[in-house]
């Protein structure tokens, strides 16, 4: 290949050295502007391996060999380390990590929007115990607000943003996530995702899958939230979209509030997508930041490419890395629409998952490929991507199975695991944080996953800590509070 030839030539990775400590020396004159806007990428369950196997298939689907390719998040200047352990567990389920990375507090695993006094499945233990997400800090300050995800729009990560649940609990008279959606934080302006389903009453036929009993609404109280919403939103150019065709024939100009819901469920994987009735997460992005950015606010907003953690919950990885490969083409997108003058941006994932990729494996290998060589103790191939547990474990008469004679490159193909599991576990490590945009460098070094609202609001000048805000320059530059009262205190001395 033509990097072999020139990767061969020492002059070739010393000058492209040079021109990234070029780049770095420009960084040193940090971004200390005031956040407009406010993004979050989530990736769920996109730990570093995930990351770089990632970025291996974005460069081979461009017919490169994958491993030097940038991916859209690579681009970014700082890097740093989020733990991600929730208040009782050592590795992380995805409904804990999201009251952290949104409320800006750690909790228990299982519940959301609520700290760690709240217990799961427990009710009566929400009361006194709420906190609330940057998304309302950014909807009290003015702020325009959104949620795009994968899933569905009530699921774990976006549920944080605007509900306080131990989730499983039902019972007491506690309110279902769907509801609390419409009800919490009222008017939020675009909501994109899955979950038609439980907008609706029990076995009311779906829009899209006709008379097919697992996709009709659920809601036992008979209430459609879909219409409640419509009806509220009437004179407000407010729309509900539920396919492709309409989401795309909107003008963002007219449109204040945005609801699509695509799916009874999740979306379907990238992989699958039908391209001509779904959107896909680009496309949501693309007309969530072109409605938001509308206010001279600006706004907040959550994107989650969430079924990344699906795809290894199955030991599915190519699903999962086709569905990281999106979320980064979104990240590509977004960088588009918006200026990293005025706008923080940052990408994260709310844990890990135990897959890996290993085996010296050559350059160029597929990234779905076998390792170059047998198992010198079963003499049997192995593919490089391999999961700690899952339900790709599998004996063949008493035996590992032979995967040569498998098509690994088939889209729902399980990696082998070492622990038989129907369903892969999270894996406990930390995950990346990548940052652009204003203050962006508040977010290094390894820290505490809760951390990262804390230092968005900061920058957005929302929530709790505003001290600095009064104190802009006209240049919009932050500077320490004390400047601005002794640059007061001088003034008045000349005037008086």
Not at 193 to 214: C, Q, T
Not at 460 to 484: E, L
């Amino acid at each position: 290949s033509v990097y072999v030839t020139e990767e061969k030539d020492p002059q070739f990775w010393n000058a492209w050295a040079q021109r990234t400590l070029k780049i770095a020396l420009t960084r040193q004159s940090l971004n200390r502007n005031r956040a407009k806007n406010l993004i979050l990428f989530l990736g769920d369950g996109m730990g570093v391996p995930t990351v770089t196997a990632a970025r291996i298939l974005k460069g081979q689907l461009n017919g490169q060999s994958g491993e030097e390719t940038v991916l859209e998040m690579d681009k970014f200047p700082f890097v740093s380390l989020a733990k991600t352990y929730n208040t009782n567990a050592q590795v992380p389920d995805s409904a804990g990590t999201a009251t952290a990375y949104l409320c800006g507090v750690k909790a228990n695993e299982g519940t959301v929007g609520v700290s760690a006094a709240a217990v799961r499945s427990q009710c009566n233990t929400t009361q006194g115990n709420e906190v609330t997400s940057i998304l309302q800090w950014a909807k009290d300050a003015g702020k325009s607000v959104g949620i795009v995800t994968t899933t569905r729009v009530n699921h774990a990560t976006p549920s944080a943003a605007y509900a306080h649940n131990a989730p499983e609990a039902l019972q007491a008279g506690c309110k279902d996530i769907a509801r609390q959606l419409f009800e919490n934080i009222p008017n939020i302006d675009v909501v994109m995702g899955g979950g038609r389903k439980y907008m609706f009453p029990k076995n009311e036929s779906d829009i899209e899958y006709p008379n097919v009993a697992k996709h009709s609404g659920t809601r036992k109280d008979g209430r459609n939230l879909v219409q409640e919403w419509t009806d509220k939103m009437q004179n407000k150019k407010g729309y509900y979209v539920w396919n492709k065709n309409q989401l795309l024939s909107l003008n963002p100009n007219n449109v204040e509030y945005l609801l699509g819901l695509f799916e009874p469920g999740d979306l379907t994987y990238d992989l699958e997508r039908n391209k001509e009735t779904d959107p896909s997460l680009t496309e949501m992005v693309d007309v969530a930041i072109k409605i938001l950015r509308k206010n001279p606010n600006g706004f907040y907003l959550l994107v989650e490419g969430g079924r990344i953690d699906h795809g290894h919950h199955e030991g599915k990885a190519k699903q999962a890395l086709h569905e990281a490969v999106e979320m980064d083409r979104a990240i590509g997108r977004a960088d588009l629409l918006t200026s990293a003058h005025d706008t923080l941006t940052v990408v994260t994932a709310d844990h890990s998952h135990v897959f890996s990729f290993g085996g010296y494996t050559s350059r160029g290998n597929t990234i779905f490929g076998l390792a170059p060589m047998v198992s010198d103790i079963d003499q049997k191939p192995f593919t490089s991507i391999l999961y700690g547990n899952g339900p790709g474990y599998k004996i063949v008469n008493g035996v590992r199975e032979n995967v040569s004679t498998i098509d690994l490159q088939e889209n729902n193909y399980q990696a082998q695991a070492a622990v038989p599991l129907s369903m892969e576990t999270h894996g406990g490590e930390d995950v990346a944080v990548f940052a652009k945009g204003p203050l962006a460098h508040l977010l290094n070094g390894v820290n505490e996953q809760n951390y990262i609202p804390h230092v968005m609001a900061y920058a957005g000048c929302i929530g709790k800590n505003r001290d600095h805000c009064m104190s802009k320059s006209a240049a919009g530059h932050f500077h320490p509070t004390f400047a601005g009262v002794v640059a007061l205190v001088t003034i008045s001395r000349l005037v008086y």
